[in-house]
Structure formats: C-alpha cells, structure tokens
C-alpha cells in the first residue's frame, strides 16, 4: 500500500466520524414522520416499582411519549378508559405511547388496581 492511499484511507475516517450523527439527548430520540422528515420525539419516563408509579401523575406536552417502565414485581398500565393497556410487563420490560390530544388520562395497574394508580395531564 503507497503512502498517499493510506493517507486518502486515513483522510476518509476522519469524514466518516465528523460526519456520524451527533447523539442526541437521552430523553429525546429521533423519529421518523410521514413526510420523512426527522424530528424529535421527547420521552417521559414512569418507572414501576414498589407498588407505585413513579411519577404518579405526570404533565406533558401534546406529542410527548410516555415510556413506563417496570422497575421491580409484575405490572401494567392500564387506561381507565379504555386508551391503551400495556398487558402484563415483568421487569425490565416497557410500554410507550404518544400522547396527541389534551387532557386528562388516568390510569392504573391491571394487577395492582386497588393501590397502583396514575394520571397524565397532557397540555
Ligand atoms: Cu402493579
């Protein structure tokens, strides 16, 4: 191999690792949209643990994702409407969903109903 291929070889990975997606930050990710634009999704988390939500009630904004996730036991989130139902998560394992209407939505955990309770203002 001459000196100047791997210069050129060299040169190459520097472009390759200036031009690498910059990360973004951990409660925010990028989604892909209809148009096929890029666009960022903002992620709230609610963790699952000790019989409880974690935060129990969470205010959001219209387009923001909520991920619950099971920290400890065997839970679900569960719409006390009828929105969404997770099903049965073990630990951890997760559940996520947009929120794209205002409101109010409360919810609750299929296995613990009687003291898992939460609900989501969505502004
Ligand atoms: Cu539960």
Not at 26 to 55: E, H, K, L, W, Y
Not at 80 to 101: C, H, I, M, P, Y
């Amino acid at each position: 191999m001459t000196r100047s291929i791997r210069t050129a070889i060299a040169t190459l990975i520097v472009l390759l690792v200036a031009l690498a997606p910059t990360v973004v930050d951990a409660s925010q990710r990028i989604s892909g949209t209809r148009d096929g634009a890029a666009r960022r999704v903002v992620v709230q988390r609610v963790r699952m643990v000790n019989f409880a939500f974690r935060p129990k009630s969470l205010t959001i904004s219209k387009g923001t994702k909520v991920r619950w996730v099971v920290r400890e036991g065997t839970h679900s989130t569960t719409s006390n409407t009828g929105l969404w139902d997770s099903g049965v998560l073990s630990q951890g394992e997760a559940f996520g969903r947009v929120f794209r209407k205002a409101g109010t939505f409360k919810y609750h955990c299929s296995v613990h109903p009687s003291v898992m309770r939460g609900v989501i203002t969505v502004t």
